[in-house]
């Protein structure tokens, strides 16, 4: 075989296996990602509701029943900065990591990976009703909320400054 036929057998081969991954990989909707990706996302989730933007909140948001579902943005068409779901009216599902309901609702919404990693997560500390998580992946943050639970994916590196942001509007007037 000569270099170049090599070469060109070696290229489509690399690009065969890329093409795979991608066709087999899952879709997922997360913090850091254009919003567009997300809205899109979410319409290939069924227990997902339509997102609209809603320029007071400075997100997307929906409702499907007894599930909330939104995702922060810079813009109209920018950066995931956070999503949460937030359940209600069901007191068997409390966003923890001991909750098999409230893993497996995270997993069928966006996949094992990011269950696994919420349920892998390492307690980091607690201020007011907000419980912050270290995962691998990503940080989260739960809290029980009237008449349920809340689930927030946060990025990583953004966990502390999530944190001091929850210190400082224990003790200051913050817009929710």
């Known amino acids: 075989m000569h270099k ?23 879709a997922n909707a997360l913090p850091e990602q254009n919003i567009n990706t997300v809205v899109k996302w979410a319409k290939t989730r069924s227990q997902l509701p339509t997102l609209r933007y ?19 943005v810079t813009s109209q068409n920018g950066t995931v900065t956070k999503e949460g779901i937030t359940v209600s009216g069901d007191s068997s599902i409390k966003f923890t990591t001991k909750n098999a309901k409230a893993v497996k609702l995270l997993q069928n919404i966006y996949n094992s990976n990011i269950a696994n990693d919420f349920q892998k997560s390492r307690y980091a500390t607690k201020v007011g009703r907000d419980q912050f998580y270290r995962g691998q992946k990503f940080a989260y943050i739960t809290a029980a909320v009237q008449g349920g639970s809340s689930f927030q994916i946060i ?6 400054e999530f944190i001091d942001n ?3 509007c224990q003790t200051n007037q913050c817009d929710i």
């Open 4 to 26: 170049s036929s090599k070469f060109n057998y070696l290229f489509n081969v690399a690009l065969s296996a890329i093409a795979v991954i991608l066709a087999v990989t899952p």
């Open 54 to 72: 809603n320029s007071e909140a400075h997100g997307y948001e929906g409702t499907k029943g007894n599930l909330y579902f939104y995702a922060d």
């Open 155 to 160: 990025p990583l590196n953004k966990l502390q």
């Open 166 to 168: 929850a210190k400082y």
